[in-house]
């Protein structure tokens, strides 16, 4: 038997007879239904009804017709319309209540009856098996809490059975009766309790089956740390109402207390978002709104987003720096774009001040400017010369050479001679001049520095852009292995050697001083028949001491092989990047001889699993290309699978 049918039951059994004042309350609940816009002259009734009848008669009354209106079937506009006018009616008697009661001495004081017992005769119909007094039952409570104001007191054994009856129906199987409970709840959550179960029942909501008791979480749940991350997962909910609502959520959060990651995954998500209107919400928004907290400085804010704990860390900060940019550079005057690089008289960024936001923000920049079309932006006022930049380059890798860098800000370094090497690229080299110092800086940089797979691949497509024969750029490539792997290094001579030469010196000085000697005499002596012949004499000893110096000075130059792990991989990651970056159908004569004396070289310890590695790779390049390479690889490259086979069999 239902709780309701319970309740009318007792009421008839007990034969309660009420005045005529009921019929007065039905007819004012009968008038609401059809008449909803005079809700407050109806209200102004049932308020002196109320006046002038005992109140244990006026709330059964009030009550009978109450439950009669939670009785009817779902959706219903008219027993919606009694439970608003119900829900008025409370709110009105207990708004003049609490204002009676602020003025007394004594702060402390109890709810009004009338509330108590409508939300005691409530909750008694909360867990009935009827999905419409359910609903409606919750119906009321919502508007009730949804509609009182902040100076409103409630009980906290009122607010306790209100929440755990809420709780349960938080879970109900109907989607609509969910719906009315967590928007009881909102109000009663408290975020700065950890445990708090109306916390922890609105972030196992935000998976509920019904996007629309999602939507209503994120717009209930309050963010804090322990609810915002699962706030932000509803920026990938299949349901478009749902991601409207959690972007209009997360504009009422500053992002400077939003964690990093927190706000590369919200940038994330909005630049992946299909739905246009949600699109144009984040870009003028959102976007908006985040880059006036960082006062419109576009370089501060990118250093906000960034993640450098690791290589991966980076790259995910690189790839959301590209995202974000062309997108502010449409939201902002071009001059404003280009006074926050702070270029100095030659159109270049002090190395000193040259870090991956600037640099990457400058790229970016450079890019939109080339493909601005407007006839009025003059591009050589903004964007640096190829030899200006050239030189910046060449300061920032020897500024870094002598400092001692950790791991992260190695791979930031690496990021950013990157960056500054794309820019070469998207500079005009048609100047002979400049292409000469590009090659010199790609010599260099190939040789003395080392750099990672991504950075080399750069640095080759930039070798490619001055030098686009593939054959002559491969010979250069291979003379830069060869000087790295086999330097030229000064051949130290025997001590016998290096004694012989000390005597051949020290005889042509003898001679010298002898002749030096005689040449005095004879201007004594006044014999200057033979001075001239002994000045000659004198000054061919002089030339040959300075000759035989200059020549013993000058060290003989010899190859050196070096074998070591570290060199060995920096070789194989410039052929690795020539042969991944170039589009080569043939192999280059210069390669194929590498590939006979490099690959081939016993020498090399391949039991190191970083050279190993590199050699498998480089063979299997050689194979993409050579159908001769591939077939003398095949076995080498073929073992590994092999192996793996005969443990699978055996």
Not at 46 to 67: G, Q, T
Not at 80 to 100: D, H, M, P, R, Y
Not at 128 to 147: E, P
Not at 393 to 409: A, G, H, P, Y
Request: hydrophobic share 40%; net charge negative.
């Amino acid at each position: 038997v239902f709780l309701v049918a319970y309740y009318f039951d007792n009421c008839f059994e007990k034969q309660i007879i009420l005045p005529i004042s009921e019929m007065d309350v039905k007819e004012i609940f009968d008038l609401v239904q059809h008449e909803p816009k005079n809700c407050n002259k109806y209200l102004k009734m049932l308020h002196n009804l109320y006046i002038k009848e005992e109140f244990s008669n006026f709330f059964a009354s009030f009550n009978k017709h109450l439950l009669q209106a939670f009785l009817q079937p779902f959706p219903n506009c008219f027993a919606k319309a009694v439970i608003s006018f119900a829900s008025s009616f409370c709110l009105e008697i207990v708004t003049n209540f609490e204002k009676q009661m602020q003025h007394m001495e004594n702060g402390e004081y109890e709810s009004h009856p009338f509330f108590v017992h409508l939300i005691a005769a409530v909750l008694k119909c909360i867990p009935v098996d009827d999905n419409n007094v359910r609903y409606h039952a919750s119906l009321l409570l919502a508007m009730l809490f949804t509609n009182f104001g902040p100076d409103i007191s409630i009980s906290d054994v009122i607010c306790d059975k209100i929440q755990r009856a809420m709780l349960e129906r938080a879970e109900d199987l109907k989607p609509h009766i969910r719906l009315q409970a967590i928007t009881v709840l909102t109000r009663l959550q408290n975020p700065h309790d950890v445990n708090c179960p109306i916390i922890q029942r609105f972030i196992n909501s935000l998976g509920d089956p019904s996007p629309l008791v999602r939507k209503a979480v994120v717009e209930s749940i309050a963010p804090c740390r322990g609810t915002f991350l699962h706030i932000i997962t509803r920026l990938r909910d299949v349901d478009g109402t749902v991601r409207a609502s959690t972007y209009t959520k997360l504009l009422k959060v500053s992002p400077k207390i939003i964690s990093i990651v927190n706000r590369q995954t919200i940038l994330m998500n909005g630049f992946t978002e299909n739905n246009e209107a949600l699109q144009k919400k984040f870009k003028n928004v959102l976007l908006t709104k985040w880059l006036d907290v960082y006062e419109n400085n576009v370089i501060e804010f990118m250093r906000a987003l960034k993640l450098d704990a690791n290589e991966e860390d980076l790259k995910q900060t690189e790839e959301i720096y590209e995202l974000l940019l062309p997108i502010i550079f449409t939201m902002m005057p071009l001059q404003e774009l280009i006074q926050l690089l702070g270029l100095d008289e030659s159109k270049m960024i002090p190395t000193e001040e040259l870090t991956i936001e600037k640099v990457t923000y400058w790229s970016c920049l450079i890019s939109n400017l080339l493909n601005i079309s407007d006839s009025n932006v003059d591009f050589e006022e903004n964007i640096p010369t190829v030899v200006s930049m050239v030189t910046c380059i060449e300061n920032f890798v020897k500024m870094k050479s002598d400092t001692s860098l950790e791991l992260w800000q190695y791979f930031e370094y690496q990021q950013t001679l990157r960056k500054l090497f794309e820019l070469i690229l998207k500079l005009d080299n048609s100047d002979e001049f400049g292409r000469q110092k590009i090659r010199k800086l790609l010599e260099y940089v190939l040789t003395k520095v080392k750099m990672e797979p991504d950075v080399l691949n750069i640095v080759i497509k930039a070798f490619h852009n001055i030098l686009p024969d593939t054959e002559q750029l491969a010979y250069e490539i291979c003379s830069i292995i060869t000087d790295i792997k086999d330097p030229l290094e000064p051949l130290e001579l025997p001590i016998g050697v290096r004694r012989e030469q000390d005597v051949q010196i020290a005889q042509l000085k003898v001679k010298h001083h002898m002749k030096t000697d005689e040449l005095k005499k004879a201007i004594d002596e006044k014999q200057y028949e033979i001075v001239d012949k002994l000045s000659k004499e004198a000054a061919v000893f002089e030339t040959q001491i300075k000759e035989l110096q200059t020549k013993f000075a000058q060290p003989i130059l010899v190859r050196k092989p070096h074998n070591d792990v570290e060199i060995i991989c920096r070789c194989l990651d410039i052929a690795i990047s020539f042969l991944e970056v170039l589009p080569i159908e043939k192999l280059p004569n210069s390669l194929v001889t590498f590939k006979e004396e490099f690959l081939t070289n016993n020498d090399i310890d391949i039991r190191y699993a970083t050279i190993f590695q590199r050699i498998f790779k480089l063979s299997c390049l050689y194979s993409m290309i050579d159908r001769d390479a591939a077939l003398q690889s095949l076995e080498g490259i073929c073992a590994p699978v092999s192996r793996h086979f005969n443990r699978l069999k055996y």
